[in-house]
């Protein structure tokens, strides 16, 4: 009967629950005071296992040493080994050298680093105040007040999804409310006279915190190809979400992952059906190379029926290695997204169609300076933050 | 698209009334000939989408443009049992302004415009835009457009018959696959082995003629048809591309587990036994080329000097370029033949996957092929030439238009089952015991694995 009894708590998991109340109590101060903080939020609880070695963790909360520092710094371990700064004023430079450092960290680690938006958050209190306080919720274990129940802080998923599971996913998705898990990224044209100014907003679920919610003991990226399958379901939730009354009612040129037969579902007809005049033609549609290469024939009805509705079309999931077989004019669409990584950046050879890449990952001037002098225009990331007005996208 | 999608009508249901949705049209034809000044017909021939068209989503967008349309010109839409669709309604106005909202490219302001809009949405699946759609100008035309529609009610005679109870619907896909999964991973798996022969067609060599083909190679894989059939779930494996994915690379832990029991054996699956004219080609996903599993197998293709060609999937290239930049190291350094599988010839023209340089590629075969458009036909063949037609296999040549078309773009490589038809033809005629055999039997004698190990 040893496994079920209590387990008392180590010092430092102690400690850490302590800086959730505290971090907690900071956050709500903030809101019912409207004092004004900023905050970085680093989830590394997000990390793969083989990323989140206790080594990892230690450099990673290293890194934040500058930001440590500034005015009222205040550093916050929590129980899932999630990390928040929060400080008074501003202190960009060493904002920068924090963000900087810990992406640095992760650079070599490819696609099994999640992507740095999914992984640190700035946040402004006290309008940010609710993303803080659902990390601390999160970082918290499920029936915390129950020792019996309890779960170790931090354990990553290693089940790899199987098709009961995914049939299972697929039908908890159908019911669930997926808004709260809606992201937005930017995606900023590089300006002639310096600076960034915004041409579309990415909108996309977030896999990760769905996943962590619904199936929390499965590794959903496991299997790759259950992982594709899955967003299909997803694709229908997000165009549900939008198609739903008064969601577009403001909003500006936006873009969306989609799967080719999300396309071409009863779904995407409503949501087109609902997409107010002014967006005709400002939604950028993404399509995965893989998802294009699996059903050709329906990806050109797909392709020609959403150009015949006004949506621009952008290719992802080309590397470096792939660029030569698949040019973006014979494939057919308008923009080919790169992801930015140590091998984009050996490459040095002439961009075709330079002007059409949207350049991701863009999260160090090291990125920028490499789609500089490629001659990109396009770029999504932390270190290509617009400041200038919106523009509307030419269709 | 101003309505609200209904769920989706199969053809042949009855979801328009009792009367069935031809008795239907009947009707509204003889309604629109007590006025038909001003009103047209436009019949969408979905029936003419060969198999495995019309698909869904080709039904799917077809009605939404069609009512759409029909919104906008007073107009009806008729879904037939045959595939065919039917949009009934006003003609556009002379000098009618343009459409309040901008509709890039549907036209739908002119109902007689959806033709070309759909023959454009088609096009790979009908080249020929005459052949997608009809259009009547009733005042003139009434006659011909109630003899279609006369028509189509006697063909639904048959249909008109009370309605049988719906079957029981395909199973799901996730369940057919994980399914098909356990069986293979089960026990007695051999028994869904199979192998086919790629062939060489010689120079001055007519295979119609019996002449003989040369073997380049022989193909080992699970043979998903057997797999399905134990299921009663035939085409069910790979309807959904992500999950056939899945399921190739459940199967190939078995597949090398399967050929290391064989080794040494003299079966067929000694990889090693077979004639050196013909080594053995397996197709593999990109995790178990980097596994030890294959690192042992291509140990052993180097021993025994078999020069074993790895077949890769397109898509399976596509889904992790960097898994495959190293996939292909490892066949290089082992002394394997990388090969490009699953190209479609749509693949071709719209990338150009010769550049991840393959030993050699395998386009497959489509019926479409002889009668594609001339642009389309010259992309092709210049697609064809830039990557060498003697590294190309055209496979699934499964009829003998496809061995002739092949060899009419200068291909002499040839996988599918017009070739074991062939080969199975020469078997029985050089066989003193083939007294009585079918070339069907033979041709499956021919792709048959025994278990290795039987008892």
């Given at each position: 009967?040893?496994?079920?009894?209590?387990?008392?708590?180590?010092?430092?998991?102690?400690?850490?629950?302590?800086?959730?109340?505290?971090?907690?109590?900071?956050?709500?101060?903030?809101?019912?005071?409207?004092?004004?903080?900023?905050?970085?939020?680093?989830?590394?609880?997000?990390?793969?296992?083989?990323?989140?070695?206790?080594?990892?963790?230690?450099?990673?909360?290293?890194?934040?040493?500058?930001?440590?520092?500034?005015?009222?710094?205040?550093?916050?371990?929590?129980?899932?080994?999630?990390?928040?700064?929060?400080?008074?004023?501003?202190?960009?430079?060493?904002?920068?050298?924090?963000?900087?450092?810990?992406?640095?960290?992760?650079?070599?680690?490819?696609?099994?680093?999640?992507?740095?938006?999914?992984?640190?958050?700035?946040?402004?209190?006290?309008?940010?105040?609710?993303?803080?306080?659902?990390?601390?919720?999160?970082?918290?274990?499920?029936?915390?007040?129950?020792?019996?129940?309890?779960?170790?802080?931090?354990?990553?998923?290693?089940?790899?999804?199987?098709?009961?599971?995914?049939?299972?996913?697929?039908g908890a998705l159908a019911q669930a409310d997926v808004a709260r898990f809606m992201r937005r990224r930017q995606i900023a044209e590089r300006l002639p006279e310096g600076g960034f100014r915004l041409l579309w907003e990415k909108r996309a679920l977030s896999v990760a915190e769905i996943a962590a919610t619904l199936t929390p003991d499965r590794a959903i990226r496991a299997d790759p190809w259950l992982f594709r399958r899955l967003t299909r379901t997803l694709d229908r939730r997000m165009?549900?979400?939008?198609?739903?009354?008064?969601?577009?009612?403001?909003?500006?040129?936006?873009?969306?992952?989609?799967?080719?037969?999300?396309?071409?579902?009863?779904?995407?007809?409503?949501?087109?059906?609902?997409?107010?005049?002014?967006?005709?033609?400002?939604?950028?549609?993404?399509?995965?190379?893989?998802?294009?290469?699996?059903?050709?024939?329906?990806?050109?009805?797909?392709?020609?029926?959403?150009?015949?509705?006004?949506?621009?079309?952008?290719?992802?999931?080309?590397?470096?290695?792939?660029?030569?077989?698949?040019?973006?004019?014979?494939?057919?669409?308008?923009?080919?997204?790169?992801?930015?990584?140590?091998?984009?950046?050996?490459?040095?050879?002439?961009?075709?169609?330079?002007?059409?890449?949207?350049?991701?990952?863009?999260?160090?001037?090291?990125?920028?300076?490499?789609?500089?002098?490629?001659?990109?225009?396009?770029?999504?990331?932390?270190?290509?933050?617009?400041?200038?007005?919106?523009?509307?996208?030419?269709? | 698209m101003q309505q609200p999608i209904e769920a989706e009508t199969a053809p042949g249901t009855r979801a328009e009334g009792c009367g069935g949705p031809e008795r239907l049209l009947l009707e509204a034809a003889r309604r629109a000939g007590r006025s038909p000044q001003g009103r047209m017909a436009l019949v969408l021939h979905l029936s003419r989408l060969a198999a495995p068209g019309p698909r869904p989503h080709h039904r799917r967008i077809a009605r939404a443009i069609l009512d759409d349309t029909a919104l906008r010109h007073d107009g009806q839409v008729f879904a037939l049992g045959n595939g065919d669709m039917v949009l009934l309604c006003a003609m556009a106005a002379q000098g009618q302004a343009p459409a309040a909202r901008p509709l890039y490219g549907l036209a739908l302001s002119d109902p007689a415009a959806v033709s070309a809009t759909m023959a454009a949405l088609l096009r790979v699946?009908?080249?020929?835009?005459?052949?997608?759609?009809?259009?009547?100008?009733?005042?003139?035309?009434?006659?011909?457009?109630?003899?279609?529609?006369?028509?189509?009610?006697?063909?639904?005679?048959?249909?008109?018959?009370?309605?049988?109870?719906?079957?029981?619907?395909p199973a799901e896909p996730t369940v057919v696959v994980g399914a098909i999964a356990a069986i293979a991973e089960g026990p007695a798996n051999n028994d869904f082995m199979q192998r086919q022969l790629g062939v060489l067609v010689p120079y001055h060599s007519a295979a119609a003629a019996g002449l003989p083909l040369l073997p380049l190679y022989r193909e080992l894989s699970f043979s998903i048809a057997a797999l399905e059939a134990r299921l009663a779930a035939p085409g069910q494996a790979a309807a959904d591309p992500f999950l056939f994915r899945h399921l190739a690379g459940r199967l190939d832990p078995r597949m090398l587990a399967l050929l290391a029991d064989a080794a040494g054996t003299g079966?067929?699956?000694?990889?090693?036994?077979?004639?050196?004219?013909?080594?053995?080609?397996?197709?593999?996903?990109?995790?178990?080329?980097?596994?030890?599993?294959?690192?042992?197998?291509?140990?052993?293709?180097?021993r025994c000097g078999v020069a074993a060609g790895i077949e890769v999937t397109l898509v399976e290239a596509c889904g992790d370029a960097a898994a495959f930049a190293r996939a292909r190291g490892v066949l290089a350094d082992a002394g394997l033949k990388l090969v490009l599988d699953g190209v479609s010839y749509l693949a071709l023209l719209l990338a150009q996957p010769g550049t991840l340089r393959p030993d050699l590629l395998k386009l497959n075969w489509s019926p479409r092929l002889p009668d594609l458009?001339?642009?389309?036909?010259?992309?092709?063949?210049?697609?064809?030439?830039?990557?060498?037609?003697?590294?190309?296999?055209?496979?699934?040549?499964?009829?003998?238009?496809?061995?002739?078309?092949?060899?009419?773009?200068?291909?002499?490589?040839?996988?599918?089952?017009?070739?074991?038809?062939?080969?199975?033809?020469?078997?029985i005629l050089a066989c003193p015991q083939a007294t009585g055999c079918t070339v069907r039997q033979c041709m499956d004698r021919g792709a048959a694995i025994a278990p290795p190990c039987a008892a």
């Open positions: 009967m040893s496994n079920l009894a209590p387990r008392a708590l180590s010092e430092e998991a102690q400690e850490q629950r302590a800086d959730a109340e505290r971090l907690r109590t900071l956050a709500r101060g903030c809101v019912t005071a409207g004092i004004a903080r900023r905050a970085l939020l680093l989830r590394l609880s997000r990390l793969p296992e083989e990323l989140k070695r206790p080594h990892h963790l230690r450099l990673a909360r290293s890194a934040l040493d500058p930001l440590t520092f500034a005015d009222r710094a205040r550093l916050f371990r929590l129980p899932n080994e999630d990390v928040a700064v929060v400080w008074r004023g501003e202190a960009a430079e060493a904002l920068r050298t924090s963000l900087d450092a810990v992406l640095h960290l992760f650079a070599d680690a490819g696609e099994r680093a999640p992507e740095p938006a999914a992984l640190l958050f700035t946040l402004g209190l006290p309008e940010d105040a609710g993303t803080l306080l659902q990390a601390i919720e999160e970082s918290l274990p499920i029936g915390d007040d129950d020792a019996n129940k309890a779960t170790p802080a931090g354990a990553a998923p290693t089940e790899p999804l199987d098709p009961p599971a995914l049939a299972a996913l697929e165009l549900a979400l939008l198609a739903a009354p008064q969601e577009l009612r403001d909003a500006g040129p936006f873009g969306l992952n989609l799967n080719v037969a999300s396309i071409l579902s009863p779904e995407f007809l409503r949501f087109d059906a609902a997409l107010p005049t002014a967006l005709r033609g400002q939604v950028v549609i993404d399509l995965l190379l893989a998802d294009v290469m699996a059903d050709p024939a329906a990806f050109v009805f797909a392709r020609d029926f959403a150009r015949g509705r006004g949506y621009l079309l952008l290719l992802r999931g080309v590397t470096s290695d792939l660029l030569d077989a698949f040019p973006l004019r014979r494939i057919g669409l308008d923009l080919l997204q790169l992801r930015f990584s140590p091998e984009l950046a050996r490459v040095d050879a002439t961009l075709p169609d330079a002007d059409h890449i949207v350049l991701s990952r863009a999260d160090t001037g090291t990125a920028l300076a490499w789609g500089r002098a490629h001659g990109i225009m396009l770029y999504q990331g932390l270190a290509a933050v617009p400041t200038g007005p919106r523009a509307a996208l030419a269709a | 699946d009908l080249p020929n835009p005459a052949d997608v759609a009809t259009v009547w100008r009733l005042q003139e035309s009434l006659a011909a457009f109630t003899a279609y529609a006369a028509e189509r009610v006697a063909e639904s005679g048959l249909a008109l018959a009370p309605p049988e109870p719906p079957a029981a619907g079966g067929a699956l000694d990889i090693a036994a077979g004639p050196r004219a013909a080594p053995p080609h397996i197709n593999l996903t990109l995790p178990a080329i980097l596994s030890d599993g294959f690192a042992r197998l291509a140990a052993r293709c180097r458009p001339a642009e389309e036909r010259f992309e092709l063949a210049a697609a064809l030439e830039r990557i060498g037609p003697d590294r190309v296999v055209l496979h699934h040549a499964e009829t003998e238009a496809a061995l002739r078309w092949g060899m009419a773009q200068g291909l002499r490589r040839f996988q599918g089952r017009h070739v074991d038809a062939i080969l199975a033809a020469g078997r």
